[in-house]
């Protein structure tokens, strides 16, 4: 079980806005600006799309953006294109114990 | 533009200690704080731990100590040691690193550039 939970999978149509969820508690996602949240496509490394809940790093789409309420931060994609289709997780620094970082289980995004 | 390549045995025998390097191309290894992360299908990604070259370092500790990371400037290169693996050790390992210049208060939170990923089983 992961430390952040996130949905298992959420769909959109090309064009439409998805959100997916990633809650925490107090001592990581609420607790700290610190939330990043990752693309991955089948066989590849996980890439980077949004830092500190909100940053978006050079080179990725402005489609992209993240947000932070309480101990629920959310990825929002606007204009689903087929390529957005991926697994997407969200990360963030905790203090449950000692300091480190923890990831989401993952959210399955599938363009219909 | 910086480009990680991990490398190490991809079969480890269980108790035995999984060694992996990983390969700084393309920029200083003076610039990120370099992370090692494992990713397995029933656990999802798991962070390992940090270093960074000045001597900073940081690991998970529901791995209790077994994970040992290093840096060699001279090679431009970074190792993980984790050591007595079991069968719960097998999966993906990826070198990933956070550029110093982007980082904020809190380091080696997010990573923006990643190896490939080399698979490790642990078997017998």
């Known amino acids: 079980q992961s430390a952040l939970t996130q949905p298992a999978s959420v769909s959109g149509s090309p064009g439409q806005s998805i959100t997916i969820s990633c809650t925490g508690t107090?001592?990581?996602?609420?607790?700290?600006?610190?939330v990043s949240w990752y693309q991955q496509h089948p066989g590849k490394a996980p890439k980077l799309i949004i830092s500190?809940?909100?940053h978006r790093p050079s080179g990725v789409s402005h489609r992209f953006s993240g947000s932070k309420s309480g101990n629920t931060a959310s990825l929002t994609i606007s204009g689903l294109r087929a390529e957005d289709e991926a697994v997407y997780y969200c990360?963030?620094?905790?203090?449950?114990?000692?300091?480190?970082?923890?990831f989401g289980g993952g959210t399955k995004l599938t363009v219909l | 533009q910086v480009q990680l390549q991990e490398s190490g045995p991809g079969l480890v025998k269980p108790s035995e200690t999984l060694s992996l390097t990983c390969t700084v191309s393309g920029g200083s290894i003076s610039d990120y704080y370099w992370s090692w992360i494992r990713q397995t299908p029933g656990k999802g990604l798991e962070w390992i731990g940090y270093i960074y070259y000045g001597g900073s370092s940081n690991d998970n500790p529901s791995l209790r100590s077994r994970a040992t990371m290093s840096v060699d400037t001279s090679k431009k290169q970074f190792s993980l040691k984790l050591s007595s693996v079991t069968a719960a050790d097998t999966a993906v390992y990826y070198c990933?690193?956070?550029?110093?210049?982007?980082?904020?208060?809190?380091?080696?939170?997010?990573?923006?550039?990643w190896g490939q990923g080399t698979m490790v089983t642990v078997f017998s």
């Open positions: 990360s963030s620094y905790t203090t449950r114990t000692t300091p480190f970082v923890v």
């Open positions: 107090s001592s990581d996602v609420g607790g700290y600006n610190s």
């Open positions: 990933a690193g956070e550029n110093v210049a982007a980082a904020g208060t809190i380091v080696a939170d997010a990573f923006d550039v």
């Open positions: 500190d809940v909100s």
